[in-house]
């Protein structure tokens, strides 16, 4: 069990891992850091935190599991501030969506003070954000990506992927790098296209809005998203983004191509080629 458990933002992912490492009993002491003691109190008056402060050294003594959960450029500035006050025996772990830089950085840190860090992204999350939203069951059958650090070892990450099948979750392991093209792909790159999707129908048939109807709201829900953490989000992973844009760009191309060409028998090869795809995705 973890003695002290530290959660670094205590928003919709933060607040849902306070949430559930009370209900499961996961820690004997959950604390929660952040920037604005007005909403933090929300959370110990409600029961998730047993205290909260706005000073990280204070909310950092003594812990033994660290919680990022904080937007990824955020992180990684967090990695550079924290760092001298963790425990030596403490165990560092966060819930970045991309991870190279904050591996990179971590490890970096490592090899001038030694301490202990592994990569997480629970693939879990809402286009809501904000301590109102958390929910004890977020990372229920969820999929968590583990990707430990080079300074990291073994012990640590067997802790790490504990941590987060208490919370529910299902656990894979991966380097950095591939972690970042397969999000880039199947996180960032949907988000963006719905973006895009939303902002053309606006600019250039904002009629056909008042119409919109299920097929629409489901496929550009995620455009809802938090501008500020996309935004990071983009510009973190910006070169695997770019790559499956590439690729969904060919993909557009092509089916574009087939509808101009006008020949049913081929949009529907095409089509039920991508339909049992999509099938095969649980």
């Known amino acids: 069990m973890i003695r002290r458990l530290a959660v670094i933002g205590v928003g919709l992912l933060g607040g849902s891992v306070a949430k559930m490492a009370r209900a499961q009993g996961i820690a004997r ?14 959370a110990v008056d409600d029961g998730t935190l047993d205290r909260a402060t706005v000073d990280l050294a204070d909310g950092l003594r ?9 937007p990824v450029r955020t992180i990684e500035e967090l990695l550079d501030r924290i760092w001298a006050d963790v425990a030596p025996d403490a165990i560092v772990t966060d819930v970045g969506s991309s991870k190279g830089a904050i591996v990179r950085k971590a490890e970096a840190l490592a090899h001038r003070l030694p ?41 640590a990450v067997k802790t790490v992927t504990a941590f987060w099948e208490h919370m529910g979750a299902r656990v894979m392991e991966l380097d950095p790098d591939t972690h970042d093209r397969a999000v880039a792909a ?24 008042p119409i919109a109807a299920r097929g629409f709201r489901d496929t550009t829900r995620i455009a809802a998203g938090d501008p500020r953490m996309w935004q990071e989000i983009f510009l973190a992973n910006q070169a695997p983004l ?41």
């Open 186 to 209: 199947v996180s960032h790159l949907p988000h963006l296209v719905a973006c895009a999707l939303v902002d053309a129908v606006t600019r250039e048939m904002p009629g056909a809005l």
């Open 242 to 282: 770019a790559e499956a844009l590439g690729a969904f760009r060919r993909a557009l191309t092509e089916l574009e191509a087939l509808v101009a060409a006008g020949d049913p028998a081929a949009v529907e090869a095409a089509l039920a080629r991508i339909k049992v795809a999509r099938e095969a995705v649980s």
């Open 29 to 42: 002491e959950v604390i929660g850091i952040g920037r604005d003691a007005t909403r933090l109190q929300v």
């Open 62 to 70: 003594d812990a033994d599991f660290v919680v990022l959960a904080a």
């Open 115 to 155: 301490r202990t860090f592994v990569g997480s992204h629970p693939m879990a999350g809402s286009e809501k954000s904000g301590y109102g939203v958390a929910r004890a069951d977020l990372f229920r059958g969820a999929l968590v990506v583990v990707t430990p650090a080079a300074t990291s070892g073994p012990r």
